[in-house]
Antibody, heavy 117, light 110 residues
């Protein structure tokens, strides 16, 4: 059974930093492209970032470029999102997801990040 | 990286069919056959329903179908059932490994 479990969310002040983690099981993690997708309260889904298996390719939505960094540790089957200079508009549930052929086929349950101003 | 355009709401009675549109541009929906659709119930993670415009993952009922014409993709739900009431999102490859979502459509089963 494939499982993706996010952690690290919480309440942070505007301008602060937070690091999200996602632990993956049931997949050969080191072969997989992975993504972060977020959903602001009561709003729609927004793709945030992708990373390829060997961490060479990383892509970001324009609104987080220069502030967020996606990374991974294939030895620990883990995906990360380092978030800095956080803004109120970054408040959202953050999901990690496997992306294959440009579709998100496995999702975690999400972790809530709240940025207070 | 502009969001794809979906109608905010759609509705139908049990047993009826409903179509949800997803309009992009020649740089995303129109350029690639990598449109997928997701169902999300309140408080739950999204679930993949359609990928590569028309394909259904194992376990998704064949009442769900997808299509595309030009810059607009569509999800059709036939034989509506109460459990189909949910939010639906489209997404497309937008070039250079980037992805873009639609704003979402709330489907109500009357």
């Amino acid at each position: 059974e494939v499982q993706l479990v996010e952690s690290g969310g919480g309440l942070v002040q505007s301008g602060g930093s937070l690091r999200l983690s996602c632990t993956v099981s049931g997949l050969t993690f080191s072969d997989e492209w992975m993504s972060w997708v977020r959903q602001a309260p009561g709003k729609g889904l927004e793709w945030v970032a992708n990373i390829n298996p060997d961490s060479v390719k990383k892509n970001y939505v324009d609104s987080v470029k220069g502030r967020f960094t996606i990374s991974r540790d294939n030895t620990k089957n883990s995906l990360f999102l380092q978030m800095t200079s956080l803004r109120a508009e970054d408040t959202a549930v953050y999901y990690c997801a496997r992306i294959t052929a440009f579709r998100f086929d496995y999702w975690g349950q999400g972790t809530l990040v709240t940025v207070s101003s | 990286q502009s969001a794809l355009t979906q109608p905010p709401s759609a509705s139908g009675s049990p047993g009826q069919s409903v179509a949800i549109s997803c309009t992009g541009t020649s740089s995303d929906v129109g350029a690639y056959n990598f449109v997928s659709w997701y169902q999300q119930h309140p408080g739950k993670a999204p679930k993949l329903m359609i990928y590569e415009v028309t394909k259904r993952p194992s376990g998704v009922p064949d009442r769900f179908s997808g299509s595309k014409s030009g810059n607009t993709a569509s999800l059709t739900v036939s034989g509506l059932q109460a459990e189909d009431e949910a939010d639906y999102y489209c997404t497309s490859h937008a070039g250079s490994d980037n992805m873009v979502f639609g704003g979402g459509t709330k489907l109500t089963v009357l």
